[in-house]
């Protein structure tokens, strides 16, 4: 007794103390450098693209967009994009972020590029790119290997060719405004590849007006309205079609996440699943076990943290879904929703619980090439 | 309660704002049509750097407004650079949160000087 009543009383965690992985950083690739890494003649229309002015996540010819907002003055100030890696390194410094995963900016968009060969290009010119100016810059920064899904086995062969670099630790593949959706068999070869390649696979969504379902929010007049809906329905539509057709059954080995969309819209579809299963089950043989079981095993990022207005709220939310072991930290940095480190750290979790979700469920998904 | 002097009257002209350190705090102040505002640099959404972001209007549409849109405040309201989210200078008052106004801290010109008191 008298033993632990000496002992001195442990200092509260700071957000100092714990190690931080940014799963979801954006960077800007600009077209003049990617034109260096491009197949002729796309080098030439890039270049091209280079002379226009440039708006954030707004690049006529690699941004396809249906833009309708009217400009009143007022919103942020703030600029939301950096430019290089030390000036990125910075910027998380003050964030205290330990490692962070790299994702595009307008890229973001590369689903809905239309014509296939040019965005598989992007998509190789931008994975050099990002090699070159980033990830060898400073080996805090980790990479998300880009893949065009409207050529899938080209994406395929990328991912093989950089197989067994370290920088890049997950595949990115861009899930707003794809048409065929996620479980479409034509996605196989790029799978196949991540899974020889030893990467998972993290999809990650964008606001997107597109003609292609569910992506069709030109009913909607705001942006409050289409960027509410455009991520969840993005996650949902895929997440469904990519069980359907057994993905997760047919890559047990294959970790998968779901990145831009928060996590409120994961215990509704988990429980809806699962209901329509006890009915359906012969429509979707590849699954074992309830849809909600495969769920459980991929991963989430935070961002855009839901704030209920009672914030131990997003505790139970979490417990729905397993977020304490499912859940991965992403900032968005340096996006218009954007979420402090320090914000989340904030957040009633347990400590345990914080360190995991903050850094260790990263490790977990992306590998050691994350690790402290 | 201290005063605290953070500049020359002459350097905050009509339409600008400033941040100054005063003590452990960052306040925002605001010179609006010639009335002096001070605020603190800090949006309590996620503790961005509030006063860093620029001064316009805001739209608003209500039973006030006869049902039609309008363009009110017009260089009353601030916008928080890392959320966008705003706030009435004068008042304090946040515009998407009504149970969110922000502390107001009085202040005067005397002698050519603004002073904040804390």
Known sequence: MTETASRPRPARETLEDVYVVDADVHIPEDPAGLAEYAEPPWDVGLREIAKVEERYLDLPGMTPRAEFRVPFPGGSNRRQIVTSAVELRTSLDELEVDKAVLFPDHLLYLAMVRDPSFAATLARAYNQWLLEHWLLEDPSLRGALVVAPQEPEAGAADILRHAGRREFVCVYLPASGVRPLYGHRQYDPVYQAALESGLPIALHSVEAVFPVFPFELNEFRTTLGAHAVAHPFSMIANMVSMLETGVPARYPDLRFAFMEAGCGWVPFILN??????????????????????????????????????????????????????????????????FDHPRYFFGLPFSPEARRKIMGGNAVRFFGPEVAA | VTEHVVCRVDELPEGSHRVFRVGRREIGVFNMGGELHAIPNLCPHQLGPLCEGGVSGALDRGPHTGWKLAWIWDGEVVTCPWHSLEFHVPTGQCLALPDVRLRKFPLRAVDGEIRVSV
Request: proline share 8%.
């Open chain 1, 272 to 337: 809806r699943l699962d209901k329509e299963y006890i009915e359906r089950r012969r429509e979707v043989p590849y699954l074992q076990e309830r849809p909600s079981h495969y769920i459980k095993r991929f991963f989430f990022g935070t961002q855009p943290v839901e704030e209920p207005e009672r914030a131990a709220d997003i505790v139970k939310l979490y417990e729905l879904f397993d977020g304490e072991n499912q859940a991965l930290f992403a900032s968005d940095w340096p996006h218009h929703d």
